[in-house]
């Protein structure tokens, strides 16, 4: 396909609440030409995430500064170099960074464009999601973090969602006993079924999720990759086995809370059983990236490791799908091939 | 000096509340003669600690079994094998292990009584302390959990305590910077002025702690020593370098509180910073007692290692010593020598 002209979807106004067409123009341009150390971009696939609502208000209490008004919505995006002003990039090279809602975006190299391994075996589409840092999320917060052994067993919550259900599978690469937590039948049914996880509770209708957890573990639990913290967090502590890790990966939901809420009651019992919690942030782990990205796509070229992915076709239909993630409606990762 | 008799004093009725001279008789009986397996030790350092006061109930609730009626009142002591009739044990062998208040225990060998070096240059007597489940509370807890590095920062609370003192210490002979929260004007001299810590904070008349610590540790901390829990631990969640440890020994104290107690506020740090908080009992680390009580005797020997050690003379007076560890009256580890 050749694309003559630039489509790109600009943000007109400060949406409130969720965003309203009225809120973008579409609009064709010329396919630019890259400044010296740029380069220029085919966007393949455009990841939409919940932090794009985030960018497009004026605050500036996110990571990035706020997308300007006039500017192509920011999203996370695969895309192959087609013009290059820039001696570290050739044409043909496959890149992924913060670029737009567009058909061609400028890049200024380094700073923000990362080459990515064409030779995965797999589509590029998935270093948006089980490649990229939802996946190894999983990858490094379960093998670098939690450190499993063969044969221990591992616990984790919000197990049917990006990260806990690649945790799961990973466990069960690794030789351990894979446990998961989630809020539904058919959740429940996917991760045991279709992921192999030998078991899982639903914690919204379980009843006492410590003896819930005890009936499903009775040997207790070697790691808890907690997703969520709170109430399932003081059950994992009442389960654990000696010398057991907890990684904590989410409970990024504390920030946006008022009022301070309480740690786990049960924190003490990482003293009786000699056991650890350990935050960690991805982030941190970006120059191992290619390391995991190569491991994942081998289990994923094996069928050792299933995910889920939404691939929406045409540009111009990013605003409408980019609502389905406040909806709920989308099921996986969600993108949109321009 | 040569006992020819074997005083022992005999718990005759359970003490309501601290014990009272009635609780107790004094006896003389002859020397006993070791059964087979069974050794003979002459107790030279007898150990007060407020344990004691658990084994004199009915109630099963601690470790051991209690006290018997008539039975000598138990506690640790370092003794000499004077007969054996158990090939493991020779004359004149240094043991350690829970014995009573008497001038000759009787012991079942192996599974009573630990021999220990004769040769380390110091009193055995600080066996029963700094040599002991305190000093190596502080020798595995900081090195094996906290695994300090050179020119790290280590905080450690209860800092003027059997464990906190050598803590701080420790942290200096290690390279690292030593801070100290204590609860007296004069505890914070001690550790500062004579045990070498590089600042310490009255958390008494500190004000907002968060703050304090943050004044005296501008770059945060590394290893954080946790004797206490609570706000202290908040507050020196909040002071936390990247890849942050929390050395978790006290806390212990919510073991007796009947109303679940909340967690810390912060934990959430741990995300933030990529830090961990691991708990341990010193009981796992029974098998190092020997290469931690090494090094813990050459560094006293050095001198680089001060510590507090009552000893008191006559077996008659453990009675009313036993006393001065819930008025607070002792200074430091209290021994009785018989």
Chains 1, 2 share one sequence.
């Not at 917060?141 to 616990?155: F, Q």
């Not at 809420?261 to 059983?273: A, D, E, H, T």
């Not at 650890?276 to 490791?305: H, K, S």
Request: with cysteine.
């Amino acid at each position: 396909m050749t694309v003559e002209k630039n489509r790109r979807i600009l943000l007109r106004s400060r949406p409130v609440g969720l965003p309203k067409s009225s809120d973008y123009e579409m609009v064709e341009e010329e396919v630019p030409e890259p400044g010296p150390g740029q380069i220029v971009i085919r966007n393949k696939f455009i990841s939409l995430d919940p932090a794009i609502r985030g960018w497009m208000d004026e605050s500036e209490d996110s990571y990035l500064p706020p997308i300007k008004l006039g500017e192509a919505v920011k999203a996370v995006t695969v895309g192959e170099v087609v013009k290059t002003a820039n001696p570290a990039y050739a044409e043909g090279d496959l890149v992924m960074g913060i670029h737009g809602w567009e058909d061609y975006s400028v890049s200024q190299g380094e700073s923000q464009s990362t080459k990515i391994a064409a030779d995965t075996g797999v589509s590029p589409s998935l270093f948006l999601g089980v490649l990229g840092s939802t996946g190894l999320t999983a990858y490094f917060g379960l093998l670098d973090v939690g450190r499993p052994n063969a044969g221990e067993v591992v616990l984790v919550s919000g197990a049917a969602g990006a990260v806990g259900s690649i945790v799961g599978q990973i466990a069960k690469i690794k030789g351990c006993k894979a446990y998961g937590i989630a809020g539904s039948k058919k959740k429940i049914r996917w991760i045991t079924e279709e992921l192999g996880f030998d078991g899982a509770i639903n914690y919204k209708t379980c009843g006492d999720m410590t003896e819930a957890i005890r009936a499903m573990c009775p040997d207790g639990v070697d790691i808890y990759f907690d997703n969520v913290g709170g109430e399932i967090l003081d059950a994992a502590l009442m389960n654990l086995r000696e010398r057991a890790r907890i990684v904590m990966c989410g409970a990024i939901s504390t920030y946006n809370v008022k009022e301070p809420q309480p740690g786990p009651y049960n924190l003490w019992q990482l003293l009786v059983k000699s056991a650890r919690i350990e935050g960690f942030l991805i982030r941190n782990y970006a120059d191992r990236f290619p390391e995991g990205a190569v491991q994942m796509a081998e289990w994923i070229n094996q069928g050792r490791i299933k995910y889920k992915e939404e691939i929406i076709d045409g540009l111009e239909n990013a605003p409408d799908a980019f609502l389905k993630l406040f909806t709920g409606e989308n099921e996986g990762k969600l993108v949109i091939r321009p």
